[in-house]
């Protein structure tokens, strides 16, 4: 067990007075070491309409994940231990430039072809429900989805494999 104890002071080089000592904050803490990481926690669904495609949903504790690197591509070349070719969720999504104040409330970039569009990132406390989605459609060929949580340290997990295969 540990003591913090906070004194507020308008800058480092400032001397604390009386009162600030006597308005100090004493905080008990504990340090724990870091505990092993958990394997990603997705949910993936299938669906065969008009457009057969799947859903994969990635859950995000702020407790506990920091972030998701993914990768996908053709099953017999998508080497999930390779670190090449994988990227950070959430990524880029895009939506239409006139549906919404895209550019007040996300990160956001123009779509490189279509003016019409517009492309925003969230960030993770602006998920809903703490739960990233992609759509992702339906292979021809069967194809391996790569996925990397990283814990709040920074800490990556072993690469989590999943075969989407053709609807």
Not at 20 to 28: S, T
Not at 76 to 88: A, K, R, V
């Given at each position: 067990m540990h003591m913090l104890c906070i004194i507020a002071v308008g800058s480092p080089q400032a001397r604390s007075t009386t009162a600030?000592?006597?308005?100090?904050?004493?905080?008990?803490i504990e340090r724990t070491p870091a505990q092993p990481v958990d394997k990603p926690i997705l949910k993936i669904r299938s669906f065969k309409n008009a457009v057969e495609h799947y859903s994969i949903f990635w859950f995000f504790d702020p407790l506990f994940v920091e972030r998701y690197?993914?990768?996908?591509?053709?099953?017999?070349?998508?080497?999930?231990?390779?670190?090449?070719?994988?990227?950070?969720?959430?990524d880029w999504e895009t939506r239409s430039r006139w549906s919404?104040?895209?550019?007040?409330?996300?990160?956001?970039?123009?779509?490189?072809t279509d003016p019409d569009l517009i492309l925003i990132k969230r960030t993770v406390e602006q998920l809903d429900d703490h739960t990233f989605e992609k759509t992702i459609l339906a292979p021809r060929t069967a194809i391996k989805l790569c996925t990397v949580l990283y814990n709040v340290k920074n800490i990556p997990?072993?690469?989590?494999?999943?075969?989407?295969k053709p609807l």
């Open positions: 600030q000592l006597d308005n100090a904050k004493i905080i008990a690197e993914i990768k996908y591509g053709p099953y017999n070349e998508t080497d999930c231990l390779q670190p090449e070719g994988y990227y950070d969720l959430p919404g104040p895209w550019d007040k409330e996300y990160v956001h970039k123009d779509h490189p997990s072993t690469p989590r494999e999943d075969i989407l």
